[in-house]
């Protein structure tokens, strides 16, 4: 029996939707398995890291990072449909400026919406542990719900304005990712208030925070966890 690839999963995550679309619209075949969310041994023995979503491509040959994915499965045939487009910095911006916010009035709510990855009561636990340091209190940012969709609904307004087409962001397939800009596309106002979002985080390194920001492209969530797991 032929090798079939196995794409690992969280239901939540939407770099693994980006993949799981690629592979449905080149009719790629793919078994998906759902991570339990606060499995770290099964990620760490494919890829090195705790992260999705991870495709076993052949057998125990692995690959990570979304867009590398994207890139094999649409290629696979020799007939690529995504096309690279310039990044848009206006686009980058927004992500990054409205990450705290969003992900307030997303993160609470994973463990109460059915998602696989959360079946075990260690994974919920794990959730609420690995993102309270970012976000706060769950319960505090449930009672703040009011106040986020006033925000959020501010963000999306704006984003209206920066979609180009109804079809794609973008007016083409693109596969743009902010983790893939170049580090001049990451703007001094964002590195500014992330800095300061960081020190309210309680970490006062700026020149460390300045650094990993640089690096990983205005990554906020990215440059908390390297902070977090290195403060440990």
Same mark, same amino acid.
């Given at each position: 029996m032929?090798f079939?690839? $196995?794409?690992?999963l969280y ?6 939707i @980006?993949?799981?679309?690629?592979a449905?619209v080149k009719?790629?075949k793919?078994e998906?398995?759902?991570l339990a969310?606060?499995d ?8 090195g890291?705790? !992260?999705v979503?991870i495709?076993?491509?052949e057998e ?5 990072e ?5 890139k094999y499965i ?5 007939n690529?449909?995504v096309?690279?487009s310039?990044n848009?910095?206006?686009l980058?911006d927004? #992500?990054?400026q409205s990450l705290?916010i969003r992900s307030k009035?997303?993160?609470? @709510?994973?463990?109460n ?6 079946? =075990?009561? *260690? *994974?919920i636990d794990?959730l609420?542990? $690995? $993102? $309270?340091?970012f976000?706060g209190? #769950?319960?505090e940012c ?6 986020l969709?006033e !925000?959020i609904n501010?963000y999306?307004?704006?984003l209206?304005q920066l ?6 962001v973008?007016? *083409?397939?693109?596969? *743009?990712?902010s983790?893939s ?5 990451? !703007?001094?106002e ?5 800095l =300061?979002?960081?020190?309210?985080l309680? #970490?006062r390194?700026?020149?460390l925070?300045?650094?990993l920001?640089?690096? #990983?492209d205005?990554?906020l969530?990215k440059?908390f966890?390297i902070?977090?797991?290195?403060s440990?």
């Amino acid at each position: 029996m032929s090798f079939v690839p $196995k794409l690992y999963l969280y239901k939540c995550c939407p770099f693994c939707i @980006r993949v799981q679309l690629i592979a449905r619209v080149k009719n790629y075949k793919i078994e998906e398995i759902v991570l339990a969310y606060d499995d770290e041994a099964n990620p760490m023995r494919m890829i090195g890291a705790k !992260q999705v979503p991870i495709l076993e491509y052949e057998e125990n040959k692995y690959m990570a990072e979304s867009l590398d994915i994207v890139k094999y499965i649409d290629n696979y045939d020799g007939n690529a449909i995504v096309t690279v487009s310039e990044n848009r910095k206006e686009l980058n911006d927004w #992500f990054q400026q409205s990450l705290l916010i969003r992900s307030k009035l997303t993160i609470p @709510r994973l463990m109460n919406a059915n998602l696989p990855e959360f079946n =075990q009561q *260690s *994974s919920i636990d794990y959730l609420i542990n $690995k $993102k $309270k340091s970012f976000i706060g209190s #769950f319960d505090e940012c449930l009672q703040q719900t009011s106040t986020l969709l006033e !925000q959020i609904n501010n963000y999306l307004n704006q984003l209206e304005q920066l979609i180009i087409s109804h079809t794609n962001v973008n007016g *083409s397939n693109s596969n *743009s990712n902010s983790n893939s800009n170049s580090n001049s596309n990451c !703007q001094n106002e964002i590195i500014k208030n992330h800095l =300061q979002t960081l020190e309210q985080l309680g #970490f006062r390194d700026n020149q460390l925070n300045n650094k990993l920001l640089i690096e #990983f492209d205005c990554d906020l969530e990215k440059v908390f966890e390297i902070l977090e797991s290195l403060s440990k």
